[in-house]
Structure formats: C-alpha cells, structure tokens
C-alpha cells in the first residue's frame, strides 16, 4: 500500500532565508508525485507536480521538488522564502495513470517570520 | 468560472442531527471526491464518484453516504451526526484520472456538539 510521510509537522523559518520540506513515499509501483499548498482559511491549491521526464519540477512562485526514485523522495524547496508563503503545504502521491486516488501526507505547515 | 463550491461553509450540529453538504462544480469534471481534514492527520478520502451515478468508497466511509445524481453535484449527507465527525470538509473534482491534479473547494467547518 502506499504512504506518504512529511517528517516535519511545522517549519519555522526567517524572511529571506532558504527552506526545504521533505516528502519521502512508499510504493512498489511507478508513481505520480504532488505537492498541494493550503493558505489560511482556503482549500487546497496544485504547487507542482512529477509526473514523467526531468525529475526537477517547478513552480510559478520560486518552489522546486526534486523526484528522487532511488531515495523514494520528492522534497521541496526554495531558495528564499517570503512572508507570504506561510501556509501548510502537502505531498500527495498516486499510482501511476488511470488510478482516481490521491494519499496525501499529514502537512508541514511553513510559518515565516520577517 | 466559479470552480468548485460548497454550501454551507460552516455548521453547528447536536448529536444525532443529520445534514447534507453539498459541492458544485462547472468545469465538467468527471471524478469528485470528499475528504475530510482534521488536525496532524492531513486529508483523508471519504467517499468519491468516478461520473454521474457512481460512488465508491474511500477510506473513512463510515457515518456518510453520498450520492452523484448530476455530474456537477455531488452530495455528502450524515445521518446521525457524533462528535468524532467534528472536522473540516473539503470537496474536489479533476478531470480524469490521468491527468490527477485535483481542484478543491474552499471547505466546510462543521462541529458536532
């Protein structure tokens, strides 16, 4: 069966610095990878996702996550936060095409501070 | 495009009180889905419909039903509402399983007394 673990519930980090969430996954299968932001008070937004090709994805606001199949991770990362990213962010995986499910992990939630 | 909704976005409940949450969406999504968020778990699957007419199962389906009469509806309903349904409710729709990003609603906080 498949899981998903966020190993850090909570991610304090200063404005400007750089900052990674880690994500690793188990599955026997190949894998479709996800991450999902939820600002406060809102549903769940896609930030990126792994789908296939160059493992290194990234987002339109500076994020990036790597798929690492031999680690069996999809950590994320940016290089310098700002205070509007606080917001609790979530990994998600699914099995390969045609399957209708998500896992998600439990959230690590990003809180800046200036 | 109004994307995915929820009605109502919050709700107080007496033990053994029923209800029904209802999601909308307008992108003729064919699969929904209804998780249910609480605190340090994340977001788990409630129950989840693959096209009109259809639901299935998720993995905390026990105390709800659900039903897809049209394809832009789709309904959670509690028959006897308890304490342990206390939690935040998220509706979600994608496209078709392939493509996998799911579009979620803004939520519904209902709390069970």
């Known amino acids: 069966a498949q899981s998903v673990t966020q190993l850090d519930s909570q991610v304090p980090v200063f404005e400007e610095a750089p900052v990674e969430l880690r994500c690793n996954y188990s599955?026997?299968?190949?894998?479709?990878l996800f991450w999902y932001v939820q600002y406060p008070n809102q549903g769940l937004q896609l930030l990126l996702k792994?789908?296939?090709?160059?493992?290194l994805v990234e987002s339109i606001n500076g994020f990036e996550a790597e798929f690492n199949k031999s680690q069996t991770s999809f950590h994320l990362r940016k290089p310098s936060v700002h205070i509007s990213d606080t917001a609790e962010y979530f990994c998600?995986?699914?099995?390969?095409?045609?399957?209708?499910?998500?896992?998600f992990g439990t959230g690590t939630r990003l809180q800046v501070f200036p | 495009n109004a994307g995915v909704t929820q009605t109502p976005k919050f709700r107080v409940l007496k033990t053994g009180q029923s209800m029904t949450l209802l999601c909308a969406q307008d992108?003729?999504?064919?699969?929904m889905y209804w998780y249910r968020q609480d605190p340090g778990m994340g977001l788990r699957l409630i129950h989840y419909?693959?096209?009109?007419?259809?639901?299935a199962k998720g993995e905390v389906p026990d105390g709800y039903n659900v039903s897809r009469l049209k394809k832009q509806n789709f309904l959670l309903g509690l028959e006897s509402a308890a304490p342990s349904q206390t939690s935040v409710y998220f509706c979600?729709?994608?496209?078709?399983?392939?493509?996998?990003?799911?579009?979620f609603g803004p939520g519904t906080r209902l709390t069970v007394l």
């Open positions: 979600a729709s994608s496209r078709d399983p392939g493509y996998n990003e799911q579009f």
């Open positions: 599955s026997s299968v190949s894998v479709y």
């Open positions: 792994y789908l296939s090709g160059s493992t």
């Open positions: 998600a995986v699914s099995e390969g095409y045609n399957t209708d499910k998500l896992i």
């Open positions: 992108m003729n999504h064919e699969y």
């Open positions: 419909s693959v096209g009109e007419g259809t639901t």
